[in-house]
């Protein structure tokens, strides 16, 4: 099994969602992971860029026990709502909780 596929299905069982199969979807028109107030898409990469760990590490370092880190990705000239947001999925689940859906099986 191709290693995007195998880390779709546990991020599908992490949050609580099913793996869409791509023979299931055409581009564009479903997620990767079938959920009910999600729309997952993951990307696999061998490695992500060194300034994203560091940007997400400053947000760890200056975070207080109460506070959520993130990392704001804005891009010049584009509109602040069609920034990014990103964050550790293991804080995302932490401060989110169990995510249930109660989709169909699909994977």
Do not use: C
């Given at each position: ?12 069982t ?43 590490a ?50």
């Amino acid at each position: 099994m191709p290693n995007w596929k195998r880390t779709e299905r546990k991020i599908a069982t992490r949050l609580g969602g099913q793996r869409v199969p791509i023979t299931g979807r055409a581009r564009g028109d479903a997620p990767d992971i079938a959920h009910d107030w999600l729309a997952i898409e993951v990307k696999h990469r061998k490695r992500l860029p060194d300034w994203l760990h560091e940007a997400l590490a400053q947000a760890y370092a200056s975070a207080r026990t109460d506070q959520l880190p993130i990392v704001v990705l804005h891009e010049h000239g584009e509109r602040h709502e069609n920034d990014l947001v990103v964050l550790r999925l293991g804080e995302f689940q932490a401060w989110f909780g169990e995510l249930q859906t109660t989709g169909d099986e699909k994977s």
